[in-house]
T-cell receptor, first 114, second 114 residues
Framework: GNSVTQMEGPVTLSEEAFLTINCTYTATGYPSLFWYVQYPGEGLQLLLKATKADDKGSNKGFEATYRKETTSFHLEKGSVQVSDSAVYFC?????????????FGTGTKLQVIP | DTAVSQTPKYLVTQMGNDKSIKCEQNLGHDTMYWYKQDSKKFLKIMFSYNNKELIINETVPNRFSPKSPDKAHLNLHINSLELGDSAVYFCASNQGQGSQETQYFGPGTRLLVL
């Protein structure tokens, strides 16, 4: 079956540091890939997505590129802020038997300190 | 306007009680989902409905019963609540069974069973 593997957290960075959160996946075919963010006490919000190989999703300074050759979708940001502190989930979405199914990674907690 | 809403936001109850969580989406989507997020932040799909028809039913105890009165609503009823049911429950929706459209999540319902 499908699976998503994320780096374990928490990841602690100083403000303005460079962020990378690794995500790799296992799936057949061509799934869509997503990053969701969950701020403390809130629900999931879509951060960015990519639907085919070599697509780059970007939003709020975050970027991730769909790499089929390495089955990866790493999340990056050049300069993090305290307000970026949250849990980040990598996810893949694929059709299976006529319906779609989303598989989430375990989440990576990011803490940004001033 | 809130796209996917859930009520209540918090729910504290005793073991053995029966409770319901409601979800409504005003996006015109035809597919809705329930996810459970455990204490370790792991997200797992429970149910999926398309146009009021059950599509996905993962291995979930039959104490959990989803009900969809119309395609804009998917409620979750839980009988005989157990301690292990304590979690955050997220509703989500998207358009197009079999598509790879983004799922939009509600804010979550934090259930605590005492």
């Amino acid at each position: 079956g499908n699976s998503v593997t994320q780096m374990e957290g928490p990841v602690t960075l100083s403000e303005e540091a460079f962020l990378t959160i690794n995500c790799t996946y296992t799936a057949t075919g061509y799934p869509s890939l997503f990053w969701y963010v969950q701020y403390p006490g809130e629900g999931l919000q879509l951060l960015l997505k990519a639907t085919k190989a070599d697509d780059k999703g970007s939003n709020k300074g975050f970027e991730a590129t769909y790499r089929k050759e390495t089955t990866s979708f790493h999340l990056e940001k050049g300069s993090v802020q305290v307000s970026d502190s949250a849990v980040y989930f990598c996810a893949l979405l694929q059709n299976s038997g006529g319906y779609q199914k989303v598989t989430f990674g375990t989440g990576t907690k990011l803490q940004v300190i001033p | 306007d809130t796209a996917v809403s859930q009520t209540p936001k918090y729910l504290v109850t005793q073991m053995g009680n029966d409770k319901s969580i409601k979800c409504e989406q005003n996006l015109g989507h035809d597919t809705m989902y329930w996810y459970k997020q455990d204490s370790k932040k792991f997200l797992k799909i429970m149910f999926s409905y398309n146009n009021k028809e059950l599509i996905i039913n993962e291995t979930v105890p039959n104490r959990f019963s989803p009900k969809s009165p119309d395609k804009a609503h998917l409620n979750l009823h839980i009988n005989s609540l157990e301690l292990g049911d304590s979690a955050v429950y997220f509703c989500a929706s998207n358009q197009g069974q079999g598509s790879q459209e983004t799922q939009y999540f509600g804010p979550g319902t934090r259930l605590l069973v005492l």
